[in-house]
């Protein structure tokens, strides 16, 4: 189960991120003539909307390891299993990274003449992984990346909480790419809205390794690490508010049904 489910993850996040990081490399390369930052935003919402259907039988669409972290501590997912998303995920990640680089890697060494670097007027490590506004402080930026994780669980359990007002099935990968895509359009102008470590930390080591070296970690204050630790702990957060406000109130699926029946035979 662990190799099929590392297998899917790999395919899906792979699938996913082509989508995303294809088109953040058309728009900075294009310098804003074969598209806008919306279109980033829309690419990364029909990519998880797409890889969602793709895996949703099989793994249950874990794309984000921040979501499968806090899967495992509430006990949901075992650890052999968050072993198996985490190396699936990763490793699709990376592999889409490599594929856009591939892509475009000739406009790449057109646009930069061959120097590829972090910052600077034509720095392309942007392409594969957020870096933060230059006006933002890493306190700010960290803040900004747990509460856009903050919204994203939050919408991701309204989506799909059977006890509540649970979206239908074939519904849900829909409207967590809307999701997704409602994020970005709020809350990217500081960080690029990473929102989940598998999503940054693998396009990042494939910079280093590819031409970009070690500035992809050490720049903008060693920034890597936000990206990975802010939307762990959102998640974990989210969840928190969101039995808090509304998990805690609500009747077992069970009980509603029971209810439902009662109120039918009442009225019959």
């Keep these: 189960t662990a190799v099929r489910i590392l297998l899917t993850l790999l395919f899906v996040l792979l699938f996913t991120q082509v989508f995303g990081l294809s088109s953040v490399a058309q728009v900075i390369l294009g310098?804003?003539?074969?598209?806008?930052?919306?279109?980033?935003?829309?690419?990364?919402?029909?990519?998880?909307?797409?890889?969602?259907?793709?895996?949703?039988?099989?793994?249950?669409?874990?794309?984000?390891?921040?979501?499968?972290?806090?899967?495992?501590?509430?006990?949901?997912?075992?650890?052999?299993?968050?072993?198996?998303?985490i190396i699936g995920q990763f490793l699709g990640s990376f592999m889409a990274a490599a594929a856009v680089f591939a892509v475009y890697y000739d406009a790449i060494y057109h646009y930069t003449n061959g120097s590829l670097t972090v910052s600077g007027p034509t720095a392309?490590?942007?392409i594969f992984s957020t870096y933060p506004a230059p006006n933002v402080s890493l306190q700010g930026a960290f803040f900004t990346e747990f509460m856009a994780t903050v919204m994203l669980i939050l919408g991701v359990l309204v989506i799909h909480d059977e006890k509540n007002n649970a979206a239908i099935?074939?519904?849900?990968?829909?409207?967590?790419?809307?999701?997704?895509?409602?994020?970005?359009?709020?809350?990217?102008?500081?960080?690029?809205?990473?929102?989940?470590?598998?999503?940054?930390?693998?396009p990042r080591i494939f910079t280093a390794i590819a031409g970009w070296g070690t500035d992809v970690f050490t720049g903008d204050h060693s920034w890597w690490w936000v990206p990975v630790?802010?939307?762990?702990?959102?998640?974990l957060a989210g969840v928190f508010i969101y039995k808090l406000c509304i998990d805690f109130h609500n009747h077992p699926a069970h009980e509603t049904e029971h209810e439902k029946e009662q109120a039918g035979m009442e009225t019959s």
Excluded: E, W
């Design 31 to 85: 310098k804003g003539n074969s598209g806008q930052y919306l279109s980033i935003n829309l690419a990364f919402g029909i990519g998880v909307t797409l890889g969602i259907y793709a895996a949703g039988g099989v793994s249950g669409a874990h794309l984000n390891a921040a979501i499968s972290i806090t899967q495992c501590i509430l006990g949901n997912i075992s650890g052999t299993a968050l072993v198996a998303y």
């Design 124 to 126: 392309t490590a942007m």
């Design 169 to 202: 099935k074939g519904a849900q990968p829909m409207l967590t790419g809307m999701l997704v895509l409602g994020i970005g359009l709020g809350m990217g102008l500081n960080t690029g809205y990473a929102i989940n470590p598998s999503r940054d930390l693998p």
């Design 229 to 235: 630790a802010a939307p762990i702990l959102g998640c």
